[in-house]
DNA sequence: CGACTTTGACCCGCGC
DNA sequence: GCGCGGGTCAAAGTCG
């Protein structure tokens, strides 16, 4: 589990035009995680153009381009951008019926930073969700939150 | 044996 | 109509 931390995160509006919010409400970026992660649309701002489902960016900085959401991930693809030096990875949420999308890619200006891009709602619980909710205290940042059994570090 | 990752090829949409 | 770029799928290989 690399240091990464939430820089800024996009979102998408049905303009097409994104919001570039600095890290002063860092919560409020998590919020919007958990909103597109959580169905639970109380924030009509995060929306496709296309009606067809939600679209939300986020950049962090990682050193590893996959970020553990919680959510199981399946590359399927690997594409060379032009205006980017760094190719672009697609990953597609591998739980049953859920038909989301990931697309991650380095920032051209950093590449010390991670631009993820969520395409589409979860229709069900993240597994490590779960995992919460048998937690008596919610993280803010618990989205980050990985199951003990993957790489415990709590010495 | 099953699941997941990797890489190339193919297809679609947009711009010129 | 053609070319370019982007996105997705499929087959093979590797690891657990």
Redesign the pocket.
Known sequence: MPDFELSDYLMLDDDDTYSSQSMASLEKGVAAATEFSGATSKNSSIKCKKGVGVRVAFRMKSELEVIDDGY?????????????PNP???Y?C?TGGCDV?K?IERDINDESYVITTY?GVHNHETPSMLYYNQMPLMAPNAWTLQPPSSSSSST
């Not at 399946?74 to 980017?84: D, E, F, L, M, V």
């Open positions: 199981k991930w399946r590359k399927y693809g690997k594409k060379s951008i032009k205006n980017c672009r990875n697609y597609k591998s999308k697309r395409d």
